[in-house]
C-alpha cells in the first residue's frame, strides 16, 4: 500500500526494509578500514563483545544507503533519497531497540552513539557529508517519536500476520488501539504536523487491512486523526470583523478608497436628493390639483344698469 503523506517520521511506515540487511551486516566480512571502528568503546551501552560488530554494521550499511537509487516495497518506489532518509533513521531505531543495554537506554545515549557512528563513517568516506539533512534531523524530539511510531507499525504487522486468514468478526475488534489514540490525543494537543500526518499514514494502513482483508464493518474503521476546531471556527469571523474595522478607516483615510467612496455616497445622495425633488414636486402638483378640485363652484350675477 503507497504512502499517502510523506513525513519525517515515514521510516517508521517502511522500517522492514532495512533490519535484515543491518542484522546480516553484523556478521559481514572485515571492513576495508579497519581503522573505522578502532576505540568504539561504550562498554555501558552496548553488550560486550559487540562494539565493533554493531560498529561495522552501521558503517557498511551507511556505504550501501549511498550506492542505493532506487527500491519498492509494498507498491511504493523509494528513490534515492527517500531510501537515505528513510535508512538513516531506522539505523536510530535499528541501535536503540535491538543493540543497546536495556538498563542504560535512552534517546539522548542512544543519539550519541549514533552520531559517533556517523563521524566515523563520514571520516573514512570523504568527508562528503553525504546524510547530513537527514542525520541532522534526529534530535531527542523527533527520535523519540520515530521510536513510538515505529513499534506502532510493528505491532500492526505482527497483528495483520496473526490475522490475515481470520475473517471473524472478533478479529475486527481485537486490535489493541490505546497506544495509537494515546498518540492521536498528543498530536492534536501539540504542533508536530509530521507526527500528526504519519499517524494519518497508520490510519490509512490499518482501515485498509481492516476493510478489504479481514472483511469488517466501518463501524471498525480509525476515525479521522483530526478533530473538528469549533472554537477556530468561531474566533476566524470575530477576527475578520475586528480587523476589517481597524483597516477600513484607514483605507477611508489614506488611501484612494475613502476619494471614490465619498464620490460613490455623493452620487448615491445627489439621486436620492433628485428623487426626492420629483416625488415632492409630484406631490406639490397632485395637492394643487386636488385643492382645484375641491373648491366649490360660485356662481357671480352681474347687474347690468
Not at 132 to 141: A, G, R, V
Not at 288 to 300: C, F, G, R
Amino acid at each position: 500500500m503507497p504512502l499517502e503523506i510523506q513525513t519525517i517520521y515515514n521510516a517508521a511506515f517502511s522500517n522492514c526494509i532495512y533490519k535484515d540487511k543491518l542484522d546480516s551486516y553484523k556478521n559481514a566480512s572485515e571492513l576495508e578500514n579497519k581503522d573505522s571502528c578502532s576505540n568504539f568503546t561504550y562498554s555501558l551501552l552496548i553488550p560486550k563483545g559487540n562494539e565493533e560488530k554493531i560498529c561495522k554494521a552501521a558503517i557498511l550499511f551507511l556505504s550501501h544507503l549511498q550506492k542505493h537509487e532506487v527500491f519498492t516495497y509494498e507498491d511504493t518506489e523509494y528513490g534515492i533519497t527517500a531510501y537515505r532518509d528513510n535508512g538513516c533513521k531506522y539505523l536510530f531505531y535499528w541501535l536503540h531497540t535491538y543493540e543497546l543495554n536495556d538498563y542504560n537506554k535512552n534517546i539522548e545515549n542512544t543519539l550519541k552513539i549514533y552520531k559517533d557512528l556517523y563521524g566515523r563513517y563520514n571520516q573514512n568516506h570523504g568527508n562528503l557529508n553525504t546524510f547530513d539533512k537527514y542525520i541532522n534531523e534526529m534530535n531527542e524530539h523527533t527520535s523519540d517519536k520515530l521510536v513510538r511510531l515505529t513499534n506502532l507499525y510493528n505491532n500492526l504487522d505482527d497483528f495483520f500476520t496473526e490475522n490475515k486468514e481470520n475473517k471473524r468478526e472478533e478479529a475486527c475488534s481485537s486490535y489493541p488501539l490505546k497506544t495509537y489514540f494515546s498518540y492521536v490525543d498528543e498530536c492534536r494537543k501539540g504542533n508536530d504536523i509530521d507526527f500528526c500526518n504519519e499517524l494519518k499514514n497508520f490510519r490509512k494502513k490499518y482501515n485498509s487491512f481492516i476493510k478489504n482483508v479481514i472483511k469488517c464493518d466501518e463501524k471498525y474503521l480509525l476515525p479521522p486523526v483530526e478533530s473538528t476546531d469549533i472554537v477556530g471556527m468561531t474566533i476566524i469571523p470575530f477576527s475578520f470583523i475586528s480587523v476589517t474595522s481597524i483597516i477600513l478607516p484607514i483605507l477611508y483615510k489614506f488611501t484612494p478608497f475613502g476619494p471614490w467612496i465619498r464620490r460613490l455616497i455623493g452620487k448615491n445622495e445627489n439621486i436620492y436628493e433628485y428623487i426626492n425633488e420629483e416625488t415632492n414636486q409630484s406631490l406639490n402638483t397632485y395637492e394643487i390639483q386636488d385643492d382645484v378640485s375641491n373648491m366649490p363652484n360660485y356662481n357671480i350675477g352681474y347687474y347690468s344698469s
